[in-house]
Structures are given as C-alpha cells and as structure tokens.
C-alpha cells in the first residue's frame, strides 16, 4: 500500500491507473468485439474501478476510521438540482438556435400526433440512464481526482479536472469508431477537449460549492440528455455545422464557456466542510476551523 502519498501523488496515481484500465478495456473490445458499441459503457465503469482499487488496494484508505472517504455521495446538494438539470437547456438552445438562424443547420419541427408526450417520455429516460454510468465518471473525476488536485487552488485543480476527464476519452475517440468519429480530428479533438474543460468547471464548481456529487451528476446527465433531444431535431445542412454545434461544437463550446466562466466567478465559495481524508502535510488549516485549510 501506498499509505503516505501527498493528495497531489495519489491524485497522479489515480489518474495513470484510469488511463490505463481505459486502455486496456478499448483494446480488449477492440480484438473481440470491435463492432461491439458496449465498450462505451465499459468505458464509463473505468473510474469507478480505478477510484476502488485505490481506495481499498493501494492507498488503503477506504477502510473505516477518519480515513473513509464518502467522495461527495454523502451530501445531497438538493439546493442546486433545479439549476443542474435546467442549465443545459438554454446553453444548448442558444448554440443550436444560432446554427438554425444561420442556415448551417435547420430545425426539423416533430409531426407525428403526441410527439411532445413521447419527445418528453425519451428525454426522461436518456436522462436516468445516462445519470446510471456517469455516477462512476463523477466518483472519479470529481469525487476522487478533484479534492486531490486541491493543493494546486481551486480554480486550477477544477479546470484541470475537466482537460484530464476530456483526455481520458482519447483511447476510445482513437481506437473505435463509436465516439466523435466525424469531422476532421485535428480541430474535433481540441474543440472536445476545450468544451469538456468548460464543462467541467461547471460540474467542479458545483461539486466544491456543495460538498456533494449529486449536483454534478444531474448537470452531466442532463447535458447528454439534451444534446440527445437537439440533434434528433436538428438537420444538418453544412459539413461546417459539426464544427458549430455538438460535442465538438465551437459555438456550443462559446455558450459553455462564458457560462462556466460566469460560475467561477459568482457563483459561492467553496463550503468549509471538506470531504474526509482529503488533509495533506503541505496544507494549511484555519486553527480556529479545523475542517478548513488554506487552499483557495
């Protein structure tokens, strides 16, 4: 066991085991089933595992006492649902609304009688499930990566916590042809990357405002359920549109990003409270709050 690592070594230990589970899972569908599209869920299971192993193998601080780490599930964060569900909606309807206006793209209007009823009825659903599989991205990315990358500021460690989350799709962007395998990659790839990092900050900033992961799982499933629903209304009508709007979108990457700017600025600090077993040697406490340190 590695019992005395520094938050920031075990954060670089988390991280380089995730990356390669990830890889070794997309190489494993890729000689099997490589017209196998399950190995995107498989994919998504990889930080769960890789926060466990760490928790129970090589840290071993999962095991009871002041060490257990709840990693943001404890704590609802209710205040903020409302918000993490909603927000989605009017960053991804101004961003596919200026690709309609501009003529890249048209909105397709649903014809069949009680579209609306099964249009909601499909969105709830894409909803639950999505939520189902990013629980174990947020358990790791932000339940486990984000409090450890702490020491470098808050602000740093939310915004690197969204790139590293974005470059641990990379295995299976490069690997299979299940994710963002349209568009040219040279400017796919760097546009993904820079919106994961903007939205990251979102889900990060939530997490740390509210002490719980909750918020940042609804805001993630959310986004994913709402993108669903535009593309089924939208028609493309330029090879440029794939460029403007999506996950490689630099107009949805615009909108995400003056938002979370927006959010980095204003919204609360982060809570007192911290997470148990997040303390390192190099941090410094408030004597007169000992559940607060001095990294801001």
């Not at 599930?73 to 649902?81: F, K, M, V």
């Not at 009688?113 to 174990?136: C, H, M, Q």
């Not at 593309?231 to 003056?258: D, F, H, Q």
């Amino acid at each position: 066991m590695f019992s005395n690592l520094s938050n920031l070594k075990k954060a670089a230990l988390f991280y380089g085991l995730v990356m390669a589970l990830t890889l070794a899972v997309v190489l494993i569908f890729r000689l099997v089933m490589p017209q196998n599209d399950l190995v995107i869920l498989a994919h998504m299971l990889m930080p769960l595992l890789a926060t466990l192993i760490m928790l129970f193998v090589f840290t071993g601080d999962g095991y009871g006492g002041d060490g257990r780490l709840p990693l943001g599930l404890t704590r609802s964060g209710w205040q903020t649902w409302g918000l993490a569900l909603l927000l989605p909606l009017p960053i991804l309807a101004v961003s596919y609304g200026l690709a309609w206006v501009s003529g890249t793209a048209t909105f397709v209007a649903p014809t069949a009688s009680g579209w609306l009823p099964d249009l909601l009825i499909k969105l709830v659903i894409n909803f639950l499930i999505i939520a189902l599989f990013v629980v174990s991205e947020e358990i790791g990315f932000r339940g486990y990566l984000l409090p450890r990358l702490r020491q470098l500021g808050d602000t740093q460690a939310i915004l690197l916590s969204g790139f590293l989350h974005g470059v641990w799709h990379l295995p299976l962007i490069f690997l299979t042809s299940f994710y963002l395998a349209e568009g040219n990659p040279w400017l796919t790839i760097p546009l993904f990357l820079l919106l994961l990092t903007a939205a990251g900050a979102l889900y990060g900033k939530l997490s740390l405002a509210t002490g719980s992961l909750w918020p940042g799982v609804i805001l993630y499933a959310s986004f994913n359920a709402f993108l669903g629903l535009f593309i089924t209304l939208t028609m493309m009508r330029s090879p440029l549109a794939i460029y403007l709007v999506g996950e490689s979108g630099v107009v949805t990457l615009g909108v995400t990003a003056v938002v979370a700017l927006w959010f980095m600025q204003r919204w609360p600090g982060t809570k007192v409270h911290r997470w148990a077993g997040l303390a390192d040697k190099s941090e410094s406490v408030n004597p007169a709050n000992p559940l607060s340190t001095g990294t801001k």
